[in-house]
Nanobody, 121 residues
Framework: QVQLVESGGGLVQPGGSLRLSCAAS????????MAWYRQAPGKGRELVAR???????NYADSVKGRFTISRDNAKNTAYLQMSSLKPEDTAVYYC???????????????WGQGTQVTVSS
């Protein structure tokens, strides 16, 4: 019913930048929060950044000042601008969205398939 498609991952040198995009499509009445998570090899999935429908944001301490989350409500798309990247930022990055399909239904969490970000020289 709802699909999230991430793009923008890749290989970047330490200190470099990348911009991830997450486009939501399908039967969408409204999207509450959108978020980016990441999972490094051998580690659990962690929240990187989150943005609500009114633009309020929060970030993991490890990315504050380096990453910026934003969204375009008209396009149902969220972005993650990543700067000053470090090798420890290497992970699969997943987009998540809290979606209401109709005005009368409860919200449901949806996830994208993930995009690999590798920071290495």
């Amino acid at each position: 019913q709802v699909q999230l498609v991430e793009s923008g991952g890749g290989l970047v040198q330490p200190g470099g930048s990348l911009r991830l995009s997450c486009a939501a499509s399908g039967s969408i009445f409204s999207i509450n929060a959108m978020a980016w998570y990441r999972q490094a090899p051998g580690k659990g999935r962690e929240l990187v950044a989150r943005i609500t429908s009114d633009g309020s944001t929060n970030y993991a301490d490890s990315v504050k000042g380096r990453f910026t989350i934003s969204r375009d409500n008209a396009k149902n798309t969220a972005y993650l601008q990543m700067s000053s990247l470090k090798p420890e930022d290497t992970a699969v990055y997943y987009c998540a969205a809290v979606v209401r399909i109709t005005v009368a239904t409860r919200t449901t969490d949806y996830w994208g398939q993930g995009t690999q970000v590798t920071v290495s020289s």
